[in-house]
């Protein structure tokens, strides 16, 4: 009955129907360029027309605003290049857009992309959003999928009333700028990424970082305290200091290897005794069972805690991690030595 009242007046003509999902009379409205303005909503799949068909059966739907794109046959690997401006082209009005394997390297020139909220285009080869490295800022978008796409960097700049940007498998991206404040960022991320410094100075309400698989990633900043952030994922990157500190309501953490707070005065000492008594146990003279060990010394100068209390501490403490920890969850109850 829904079909029945989209379909209206005109039961035979799709192109004044606001809604298009049969995939046989959108390709006819497409190829032969019949688009009207009546049309809101496209959702195309498993087509095997040429994207610049596409595009150019897009233009007279000026009104369009959910597109949905899945082709059948192209690749990730099937790049179109000299797109004329007449045949790339993206209806301003959109506000979603899903195209994964997006097959151009960059978006058209001519789409402002000024009411986009939602941008999904993962496996693409979008290396830049605009050509020649244009900036637009879109004040409406909120969530960005770009997976697995060959985007190069990502300047947060253009984007600042984001929530959500997945970047995850983007393997050359290097860089993403974050040179204004993003309030509204809650989730971002790089997994599997070249990024190898980030700053979350401008990222106060971030809730989720993932980094995992970011072999070049060796220092995380946090000159400000990320009240917000529960998860973070440093699995296989080559971050060795943290400061747990600057994270107290963290409830989930996976690194491959870290030292936690490494440049504290109580951990300077405890390298210090574990050199002076390695030379000194060898000269002494004294049992093994009288000297303690500097592990054994330290442990025992300092309370055992479960990895969930560490949210619960409320005053300055040292805490050092000694090992590889692979992961851990905030309502865990086992105990880890070093803590």
């Not at 097959?103 to 058209?108: I, K, N, Q, V, Y």
């Not at 390695?278 to 049992?287: D, N, Q």
């Not at 990895?307 to 090992?323: D, F, H, Q, Y």
Request: net charge positive; with cysteine; hydrophobic share 35%.
């Amino acid at each position: 009955m829904g079909w029945n009242i989209v379909r209206g007046l005109h039961p035979l003509e799709p192109s004044k129907h606001n809604r298009l999902w049969i995939k046989e009379e959108i390709e006819d409205i497409l190829v032969n360029e019949l688009g009207t303005d009546v049309t809101r909503s496209i959702k195309l799949k498993y087509t095997s027309l040429h994207p610049t068909t596409i595009m150019r059966g897009l233009r007279k739907m000026r009104k369009l605003r959910f597109l949905s794109v899945q082709s059948q046959y192209w690749n990730k690997g099937d790049i179109v290049r000299a797109v004329d401006e007449v045949s790339q082209y993206l209806p301003d009005a959109l506000q979603s857009l899903y195209w994964p394997m997006y097959p151009f390297r960059s978006l058209p020139q001519t789409f402002q992309a000024n009411k986009l909220v939602n941008l999904e285009m993962f496996m693409s080869n979008i290396s830049e959003l605009w050509e020649g490295g244009e900036k637009k800022v879109l004040n409406k978008i909120r969530f960005i999928e770009l997976r697995y796409s060959k985007l190069e960097t990502f300047d947060l700049s253009m984007t600042p009333n984001l929530k959500k940007l997945n970047l995850e498998g983007c393997c050359d991206l290097f860089k993403l700028h974050i040179p204004v404040e993003c309030p509204k960022l809650k989730f971002l991320k790089l997994g599997g990424s070249k990024v190898s410094i980030l700053n979350l100075g401008m990222t106060p309400h971030l809730e989720e970082l993932n980094l995992s698989g970011c072999n070049k990633f060796v220092e995380l900043h946090m000159p400000i305290e990320c009240r917000k952030l529960k998860f973070l994922n440093l699995g296989g990157s080559k971050v060795s200091i943290l400061n747990l500190g600057m994270t107290p309501h963290l409830e989930e953490l996976n690194v491959t290897r870290v030292f936690i707070n490494s440049d504290i005065q109580e951990i300077i000492n405890f390298k210090k005794r574990s050199l002076s008594a390695g030379r000194s146990s060898s000269l002494s003279g004294l049992s093994s069972s009288v000297i303690k060990s500097p592990s054994k010394e330290y442990l025992s100068d300092f309370e055992f805690s479960t990895i969930g209390g560490l949210n619960g501490i409320s005053e300055t403490k040292s805490i050092i991690i000694l090992g590889t920890i692979k992961s851990f969850a905030s309502k865990e109850s086992w105990l880890y030595n070093a803590c």
